[in-house]
């Protein structure tokens, strides 16, 4: 059997970034797991003796704390960078512009729309940026649009890995009913890469593995494209969960990797495989 490796995978800019930060100051505490892989959080605890703080009560005076690479809501922040700690902002860029978006164009007095799911940390944090959160809208589906009490002037954001045909659906309505649309595209780029990649791969796969968080909407996605091309598709957060039947009569395993999954695991992974065949 072939083993395959899709052209673009595993961590993204704003990851390597965010490791590189928490890397730089060891001893510091992650507000919320820093990136969707425990492993590598691991990695960071043996290493570097990064910790975590869950919430504001885990977090002492005199720490210094990396905010993950999703960010955090707003008053959070303030709340952090009023106590006497040393506040390290790892949230990733493509993370912050939303927050900008939804900060300015609220004030601006816009209903906003924000595609992607609230209970989504990322999510979480974009829509605290809204001035007023009456008027501030998290919806995964252009039906959930019908019932909404907004203005006739809109701003739509969308959460950074969900996939733009979906947000096409939800601007298409949101213009079919207002006046004034303002669609900012706030997809990371980073996702499509991996997916086009991951995708391609899955046409010519026999058995696809996934590797990433199991929590990971980016992972999730992944894996879900990939079943669509390739019915024999796994999702795996490491070589531990691999089982030797799925790779029975296969020709060409693919393989592909979330953004949060660092190198060293997908390694281990293909070494697994190759000693199973
Ligand atoms: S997937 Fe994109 S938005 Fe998310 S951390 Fe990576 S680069 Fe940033």
């Given at each position: 059997m072939k083993i395959a490796l899709a052209s673009s995978y595993g961590f993204c800019f704003g990851v390597k970034r965010a490791i590189k930060i928490a890397e730089g100051h060891p001893g510091s505490k992650t507000y919320g797991p820093l990136i969707h892989n425990k492993d590598e959080i691991n990695r960071l605890k043996d290493g570097f003796n990064i910790g975590l703080a869950n919430s504001l009560d885990?977090?002492?005076?005199?720490?210094?704390?990396?905010?993950?690479?999703?960010?955090?809501?707003?008053?959070?922040?303030?709340?952090?960078?009023?106590?006497?700690?040393?506040?390290?902002?790892?949230?990733?860029?493509?993370?912050?512009?939303?927050?900008?978006?939804?900060?300015?164009?609220?004030?601006?007095?816009?209903?906003?729309?924000?595609?992607?799911?609230?209970?989504?940390?990322?999510?979480?944090?974009?829509?605290?940026?809204?001035?007023?959160l009456q008027d501030a809208f998290i919806v995964l589906d252009a039906k959930e649009l019908e019932s909404l009490p907004l203005k006739s002037r809109v701003a739509v954001v969308a959460q950074t890995t969900r996939k733009p045909e979906d947000f096409l659906k939800i601007t298409s309505a949101l213009i079919l009913k207002h006046k004034e649309v303002r669609i900012f595209n706030t997809i990371c780029n980073a996702t499509f890469e991996n997916q086009d990649a991951a995708s391609d791969l899955a046409k010519k796969a026999d058995i696809m593995i996934v590797i990433g968080g199991k929590h990971s909407s980016n992972t999730k996605q992944l894996h879900s494209i990939c079943k669509y091309h390739c019915e024999s598709s796994y999702l795996i957060e490491n070589e531990t969960e691999l089982q030797e039947e799925w790779f029975k009569d296969k020709e060409l395993c693919g393989i592909s990797a979330g953004a949060s999954t660092p190198d060293w695991i997908v390694q281990n992974v293909i070494d697994k495989i190759k000693g199973i065949v």
């Amino acid at each position: 059997m072939k083993i395959a490796l899709a052209s673009s995978y595993g961590f993204c800019f704003g990851v390597k970034r965010a490791i590189k930060i928490a890397e730089g100051h060891p001893g510091s505490k992650t507000y919320g797991p820093l990136i969707h892989n425990k492993d590598e959080i691991n990695r960071l605890k043996d290493g570097f003796n990064i910790g975590l703080a869950n919430s504001l009560d885990d977090v002492e005076e005199q720490d210094s704390v990396v905010i993950r690479t999703h960010g955090i809501p707003k008053n959070e922040l303030e709340k952090l960078r009023a106590l006497e700690t040393e506040v390290i902002d790892a949230t990733c860029p493509y993370v912050t512009t939303p927050q900008k978006i939804v900060e300015e164009m609220s004030q601006k007095g816009y209903s906003i729309v924000i595609f992607g799911d609230k209970n989504h940390p990322e999510i979480k944090g974009v829509v605290s940026y809204a001035q007023n959160l009456q008027d501030a809208f998290i919806v995964l589906d252009a039906k959930e649009l019908e019932s909404l009490p907004l203005k006739s002037r809109v701003a739509v954001v969308a959460q950074t890995t969900r996939k733009p045909e979906d947000f096409l659906k939800i601007t298409s309505a949101l213009i079919l009913k207002h006046k004034e649309v303002r669609i900012f595209n706030t997809i990371c780029n980073a996702t499509f890469e991996n997916q086009d990649a991951a995708s391609d791969l899955a046409k010519k796969a026999d058995i696809m593995i996934v590797i990433g968080g199991k929590h990971s909407s980016n992972t999730k996605q992944l894996h879900s494209i990939c079943k669509y091309h390739c019915e024999s598709s796994y999702l795996i957060e490491n070589e531990t969960e691999l089982q030797e039947e799925w790779f029975k009569d296969k020709e060409l395993c693919g393989i592909s990797a979330g953004a949060s999954t660092p190198d060293w695991i997908v390694q281990n992974v293909i070494d697994k495989i190759k000693g199973i065949v």
